[in-house]
């Protein structure tokens, strides 16, 4: 009786441990209207935090000057559910003076998609369906600064960084700045993470925080659409009898869809590139405790959000369960007992006398 409800209680929990966790990053935005009935978009749940590692207020195209230190504030918003947290960062760049005298405000997000507006994720074809990507600001970067050079008008202009050794390249450290999402499982499983990539030509990476090394892009599979509104990137058209240009039914190939390339540049998935923004997702394994970031080391990356899966379908732990209790013997109580035991017993699962 005992095993039996043993095994009841294993099952159950391989039932809870399969379900699908879904975060939408919709759920962050809040809308409203101004006066004049424009659109008013923010992450209320957002929390803000300063920046020093790595960042410096002065320099030239050719490097900071470390002696001037600087900050920068970032933005998170969080989407958590009970096997899986994730953390979309915003670290957009610093004013330049002229912002400043002209009353700018630091700008953390945009978002694409939503309700009315290209809800790409939720169609058909799209499982997860999220409605909403909020773009966070700033590349990935491990170090920044900015600073003043003139012009050939002998103007003062506002630059920030200057040279590609400002970019993430395998090895480096994290980004402490720019947008990028950081991940941080509770339970091992797959994740898949709806996202938009803002320069379609730059490759996305998924990194192991600890060794410092990208993910394999043959553990990673992607699903993706070009940014439009009727999710086809290539159409073959014909004349018909009016003389009119029409799409060949049929011809609409709607996705990438496959193992993540090795150059890891997403429009590359099935061979016909176009130099677009992209939109899908990624699915990937992750493990538990471990840490780890996933960005475009040169552009922004959005978020939709993320649906977890864990990775144990329960039927190891019941097979486990069972071979645990195969030299065990039990009364009819469901008692267990020793060899020694004369009478009925049940010992794998049958009655025997003993």
Sequence with gaps: MKKFF????????????????????????????????????QCPGAVQSTVSEGIYSAGTADGPDTSQPGTLTSETITGETASMKISVVSTPNNLSKKDIEDGKTLEFWSVKGGEGSNEALTTDDCDPKLLTAVMPKGNPTFVYWDYYELNSNGDEVFRVGGTEDIFWTEGKDMPVKGAY??????AAGNLTLGIYVNKGNHPVYVVDAATKTILPASSINVKFYYQNTTFAYYQEKTTNEFGEEVVVEGSQKYINEGTMPDDYIIQHTNGET??????????????AGKTYYAFNPKSQLGCYGFQFTAGSDGISDIAADKAALSDKIFNLAGQQVSNGFRGIVIKNGKKIMQ
């Design 181 to 186: 999402i950081l991940i941080e499982p509770k």
């Design 6 to 41: 043993t095994l009841i209680a294993v099952a159950l929990a391989a039932t809870s441990v399969n379900a699908q966790e879904i975060w939408n990053a919709d759920d962050a935005v809040s809308r409203s209207y101004d006066s004049e009935n424009r659109l008013i978009v």
């Design 274 to 287: 176009q130099n677009r923004p992209a939109l899908g997702y990624m699915t990937f394994p992750v493990e």
